[in-house]
């Protein structure tokens, strides 16, 4: 039966998904065995300690959320545990057949026991997954937001037009973003006339899409591009129109100050030159560089920036450097195709702000724009790069080279004022919890969630969004969020922000959507903003504060277990030749180890990666991220299947095997575009 929107939908208590329940433990001795039919299972969890690591039973710290009936879902009795495993056989991984559909369709029974089969699969998966970024907490999700569900929600479009099509969410949208600009310390809220005011929307995918739509604006806003109306098209122009490319200068583009515009006349024709003048004389400008954007990411940057700059078919910094500029690279003999990061594979997985340094002020001295990806909170290593330090360094060669400010003629005697620089922030998860801890960095000194801050992290909260100012430049350019990473979405998605003085977007509006198709999805599924916005409304500033530095500390016990196994299993004359490899990134919420075997592997749902040391060695690495549903007591479980006989026996698998042989040489003109790692960068 169809019910209408007036219609109560859930009762007032909080239940779990899919309306769960779990038997208590304590009402009768022995495991509780899971009702026929493997249906799923779940359990209650213990209130969540203070920041001060209270004993149970005391008040919540300030700052920390309050109890919550029922509370969190996390197993605390071994007795549930031991049935959630009983419920699940050895090999609990989902077969086809058991999903497979025909002509005739399924039964109802048929397809009640495939959907217990998965519920059953997928609690066992949820209760033991440590590996990845993605929070398995949800929080209220299915209580609150199952309702929408009967509804086919789309906001397609530009989130600031309602448009066409309204069974949408677009009211919700907006507020969720104009939360994320206030954490990010945006102008807000949305103004189309202010240039500096944000704009962004609610992403369908996750980060990725998020990192293509930056570059790809990027790309535009630094190549010189635009949508201009058709001047044959007459007096309705704007029925047609067409995508433009600037004429770059013919002279040398001089160095400027901010508001000095550089002189722009017709283009050549000739491909820029592929030789330099000698190392000890400055470089003079090519002026068929100016509208040609050369893109600089580390080593330890997300394989989805790869993707993008191969898709959008954007130039990096190494792909120009080995085909025009061999032999001249300003930090190595042969031109790397990322830039390096500090430490090497041994280090942090922080960018080298100095070989940057060295990188960005070579092209810019030939006269490129310069389009920069910063890491924070890296896939593997969890690093956060420097963006304020970047920037300090940056800024002065950007002056210098009169990359602060262009002026960009697309029509007689009308321009437009565009930077030489784009920095992009991907803040997947880093930009979800950073706010918070500045929040509480913000507090009183003595308040016990300002101690219980400085107790986790020494220093300064880093710098990274809107806010940041370096020599009276706003530094970023666009920042993304993966919402299933702190936030704890059920399902990919996230934010994308900018500022209305970067956007190259088409002026025209669909007329059988009635809004511009402003956003990179088109389509966009209208059941993101309201998880966000349940995740942000469900906890006050502070809470959610509390709660980020409640992960530091969870993260800190994580990495004095690691260590602690370690000299449990050396006592015990178990301990793997050289050790446990346990290493942590400075803030990071993610503690790296050596791989175990494949058992603990596929029970926890680790993330595995082989990495090279910088003396050579090859060493397979594991990682657990302490997200808010990784409690300690499921970091104890976890160490428990570490101890255990035999967890880490296991062959030494061999390297990955390439996609192709390696070749000798490159043929005649060929030469890298990019490197595309096929191990490594979260792939395994």
């Not at 090519?286 to 790869?306: G, L, M, Q």
């Not at 002020?361 to 690093?383: C, D, S, W």
């Not at 009635?514 to 502070?542: C, E, I, M, Q, Y």
């Not at 698998?653 to 390696?662: C, G, I, N, S």
Request: charged share 25%; proline share 10%.
């Amino acid at each position: 039966m169809s019910r209408h929107i007036g219609e109560e939908r859930h009762s007032d208590t909080r239940s779990t998904p899919a309306s769960r329940t779990w038997p208590d433990p304590s009402a009768a001795p022995g495991p509780v065995a899971p009702p026929a039919g493997a249906p799923a299972i779940t359990a209650p969890a213990p209130r969540e300690p203070a920041l001060d690591e209270r004993t149970p039973g005391t008040e919540p710290a300030p700052g920390e959320p309050a109890p919550r009936e029922p509370a969190p879902r996390e197993p605390v009795a071994h007795a549930v545990r031991a049935a959630v495993e009983r419920a699940l056989p050895d090999e609990d991984e989902l077969e086809g057949r058991e999903f497979e559909l025909t002509d005739a369709g399924l039964t109802a029974q048929q397809r009640k026991q495939a959907l217990n089969r998965l519920e059953t699969y997928l609690v066992g998966r949820h209760e033991h997954m440590v590996g990845f970024q993605g929070n398995q907490d949800t929080g209220n999700a299915q209580a609150d937001l199952g309702r929408f569900l009967d509804f086919h929600l789309n906001n397609v479009g530009d989130p600031f037009q309602q448009g066409n099509y309204k069974p949408n969410t677009k009211v919700v949208e907006r507020a969720v973003l104009d939360r994320y600009a206030a954490l990010w310390r945006a102008d807000r809220p949305y103004d189309a006339e202010n240039p500096d005011s944000y704009w962004g929307y609610v992403l369908t995918m996750g980060s990725t899409e998020g990192n293509l739509y930056a570059l790809a604006s990027a790309r535009d806003y630094l190549s010189g591009r635009k949508l201009i109306g058709d001047p044959g098209g007459g007096a309705d122009s704007s029925s047609q129109m067409v995508y433009v490319q600037a004429a770059p200068p013919v002279r040398p583009v001089p160095s400027a100050q901010v508001g000095d515009p550089p002189t722009t006349t017709n283009p050549p024709t000739a491909n820029p030159p592929t030789t330099t003048s000698p190392s000890t004389t400055p470089p003079t400008p090519d002026p068929r560089n100016t509208y040609r954007p050369v893109a600089f990411y580390s080593e330890d940057t997300h394989y989805s920036v790869i993707k993008a700059v191969r898709t959008l078919a954007i130039e990096t910094f190494g792909a120009i450097g080995t085909a025009e500029y061999p032999g001249r690279c300003p930090i190595a003999d042969q031109w790397p195709m990322e830039v390096p990061s500090r430490g090497g594979a041994d280090g942090s997985g922080e960018i080298d702000v100095d070989k940057l340094e060295e990188l960005v002020r070579f092209f810019a001295e030939r006269g490129h724009p310069v389009l920069l990806l910063l890491n924070f909170g890296t896939t593997f290593k969890g690093a956060y790069d420097n963006v304020e330090k970047v920037a300090a360094r940056l800024i002065p060669i950007f002056r210098q080279h009169g990359l602060l400010e262009r002026d960009i003629e697309f029509e007689p005697g009308s321009t437009d004022r565009r930077r030489g620089f784009w920095v992009h922030v991907d803040g997947a998860l880093g930009a979800g919890i950073m706010p918070f801890l500045r929040h509480a960095a913000e507090e009183d000194p003595h308040s016990e969630l300002a101690l219980a801050l400085r107790r986790e992290l020494k220093g300064k909260v880093p710098e990274f969004d809107f806010g940041l100012r370096v020599e009276g430049v706003d530094v970023v350019g666009s920042l993304v969020m993966s919402g299933h990473k702190w936030a704890g979405a059920p399902f990919p998605c996230g934010v994308f922000m900018t500022k209305n003085k970067f956007r190259v977007e088409p002026a025209a509006t669909p007329a059988y959507t009635g809004s511009p198709d402003t956003t990179f999805a088109g389509s966009r599924n209208g059941l993101s903003p309201l998880v966000l916005w349940n995740h942000l409304a469900s906890k006050s500033a502070r809470e959610h504060a509390g709660a980020a530095v409640r992960a530091l500390r969870t993260t800190r016990y994580l990495e004095s277990s690691l260590r602690e196994l370690e000299d449990r299993l050396d006592r015990e004359d178990r301990l793997p030749e050289g050790g446990l490899f346990v290493d942590r990134s400075p803030m990071a919420l993610t503690v790296r180890f050596r791989r175990p075997g494949d058992r603990v592997i596929g029970k926890w749902s680790l993330s595995c990666q082989p990495m090279r040391t910088n003396a050579g060695e090859l060493r397979h690495y594991a990682h657990v991220f302490a997200m808010p549903s990784v409690t300690e007591e499921k970091i104890d479980l976890f160490i428990e299947d570490l101890f255990a006989e035999g967890a880490f026996d296991r062959p030494e698998p061999e390297e990955q095997p390439r996609p192709a042989p390696a070749t000798g040489a490159f043929a005649t003109d060929v030469h890298p575009l990019a490197l595309v790692p096929t191990t490594g960068r979260g792939f395994q």
